[in-house]
Nanobody, 121 residues
Framework: QVQLVESGGGLVQPGGSLRLSCAAS????????MNWYRQVPGKERELVAATTSIGSTTYAESVKGRFTISRDNAKNTVYLQIDSLKPEDTAVYYC???????????????WGQGTLVTVSL
């Protein structure tokens, strides 16, 4: 059983910073993409940052320059450094990954349980 466990969310004032972590555990042969999404109640889940196994990264326009995604392949962990937080960044942040349990296995997508980030005075 493979799972993603996020941590690092919380309440922060506007202009503050947070670092989210997401660790994958279980029977993992390799991980392809590791991504961060966020969702506000009543809205669709949106991709905010993505990274490949070789370290390529992409960001949503709304977070460029403020969010930084990174990963530690040895630890099967992805991070999201969030700086200059704004109230509109308030959301549940979800980790997402594509993994396979064996070399011959198909890629499987998995989601974490989410971690709440609240930006408020």
């Amino acid at each position: 059983q493979v799972q993603l466990v996020e941590s690092g969310g919380g309440l922060v004032q506007p202009g503050g910073s947070l670092r989210l972590s997401c660790a994958a555990s279980g029977s993992i042969f390799s991980i392809n993409t590791m991504n961060w999404y966020r969702q506000v109640p009543g809205k669709e889940r949106e991709l905010v940052a993505a990274t490949t196994s070789i370290g390529s990264t992409t960001y949503a326009e709304s977070v460029k320059g403020r969010f930084t995604i990174s990963r530690d392949n040895a630890k099967n962990t992805v991070y999201l450094q969030i700086d200059s937080l704004k109230p509109e960044d308030t959301a549940v942040y979800y980790c997402n990954a594509q993994f396979r349990s064996k070399r011959s296995s198909p890629w499987t997508e998995i989601w974490g349980q989410g971690t709440l980030v609240t930006v408020s005075l």
